[in-house]
């Protein structure tokens, strides 16, 4: 069972950066695709990005691209999204999630949730 704790939240002005983290448990994090969702008020959770499990793949939605960095520490049992340039339509609850290696990263289904954590950008 692996377990997932994200961090780094807040509220940010329009324009400013934010590094989400999230923790995970277990000792078999580097076999494990992580990847970032995020749920509006009143909106579909929808992906955000996600790193293969060796971190060699990466996949972004598209309205992110340029903007956010996804990234992991196998040694730390962590991934990071960097969200640089954000915009009032990013805020959200964004959750972390992983699933054990699969072929195509952008597709499948996610079997590990964390809590999530509020980024909520001010105009």
């Known amino acids: 069972q692996v377990q997932l704790v994200e961090s780094g939240g807040g509220v940010v002005q329009a324009g400013g950066s934010l590094r989400l983290s999230c923790a995970a448990s277990g000792r078999t994090f580097s076999t494990y695709d992580m990847a970032w969702f995020r749920q509006a008020p009143g909106k579909e959770r929808e992906s955000v990005a996600a790193?293969?499990?060796?971190?060699?793949?990466?996949y972004y939605a598209d309205s992110v691209k340029g903007r956010f960095t996804i990234s992991r520490d196998n040694a730390e049992n962590t991934v990071y999204l960097q969200m640089n340039s954000l915009k009032p339509e990013d805020t959200a609850v964004y959750y972390c999630?992983?699933?054990?290696?699969?072929?195509?990263?952008?597709?499948?289904?996610?079997?590990?949730w964390g809590q999530g954590t509020q980024v909520t950008v001010s105009s």
């Open positions: 790193i293969s499990w060796s971190g060699g793949n990466t």
């Open positions: 999630a992983a699933r054990w290696r699969q072929p195509v990263l952008s597709k499948g289904h996610w079997d590990h």
